[in-house]
């Protein structure tokens, strides 16, 4: 089955970039049919959805972020990546990339494990 | 922005009883609604889509009901790995979450 992994670094200095990748195995992203996500989630808090990418590059982003988030896709290493620009304090949070169906609700599944990045001087 | 509610935050149970999570929507989402389970340390994994289909593997004391603004996530009996904070999705404009419901031991 499906599974991702994200990856980078887990500390970035504020007015930085955080950089983060999701590796995908079990399937392919070139084959289509599913859109690529970002959700974040601070500590001991909700959920929010950053953006997607469906493998032909088209983006959609949270109208809230979309300003300094930018979604990218690598078909040939199976990997999307996210780029969030001018982080501050208040964009510490476990990243998790997931799966979107796009029928009915478009549903997040499957989930990668997530990885804390801490934006901190 | 279609803001989700869900109550109560705290559902204090014990296993075998039957759990009810409410998620309210501020506007109309027709049946795109779904629910997801999160345990400490772990991401989220889904439940529900679509306000009533469970996804694959979901065991069937899990159900969903409900359409436009109000949705309910049931319990019938629950299981010690059932204990987790709840939280619905919808996808109208843009995709948002609720707060989250926690199940925790009585």
């Known amino acids: 089955q499906v599974q991702l992994q994200e990856s980078g670094p887990g500390l970035v200095k504020p007015s930085q970039t955080l950089s983060l990748t999701c590796t995908v195995s079990g399937g392919s992203i070139s084959s289509g049919g599913y859109y690529w996500s970002w959700i974040r989630q601070h500590p001991g808090k909700g959920l929010e959805w950053i953006g997607y990418?469906?493998?032909?590059?088209?983006?959609y982003y949270n109208p809230s972020l979309k300003s300094r988030v930018t979604i990218s896709v690598d078909t040939s290493k199976n990997q999307f990546s996210l780029k969030l620009s001018s982080v501050t304090a208040a964009d510490t949070a476990v990243y998790y990339c997931?799966?979107?169906?796009?029928?009915?609700?478009?549903?997040?599944?499957?989930w990668g494990q997530g990885t804390l990045v801490t934006v901190s001087s | 922005e279609i803001v989700l509610t869900q109550s109560p935050a705290t559902l204090s149970l014990s296993p075998g009883e039957r759990a009810t999570l409410s998620c309210r929507a501020s506007q109309s989402v027709s049946s795109y609604l779904a629910w997801y389970q999160q345990k400490p340390g772990q991401a989220p994994r889904l439940l529900i889509y679509?306000?009533?289909n469970r996804a694959t593997g979901i065991p069937a004391r899990f159900s969903g009901s409900g359409s436009g603004t109000d949705f309910t996530l049931t319990i019938s009996s629950l299981e010690p790995e059932d204990f987790a904070v709840y939280y619905c999705q919808q996808r109208s404009n843009w995709h948002t979450f609720g707060p989250g419901t926690k199940v925790d031991i009585k």
């Open positions: 990418i469906y493998y032909s590059g088209s983006t």
């Open positions: 679509d306000a009533s």
């Open positions: 997931a799966r979107a169906r796009p029928r009915g609700v478009w549903w997040f599944d499957p």
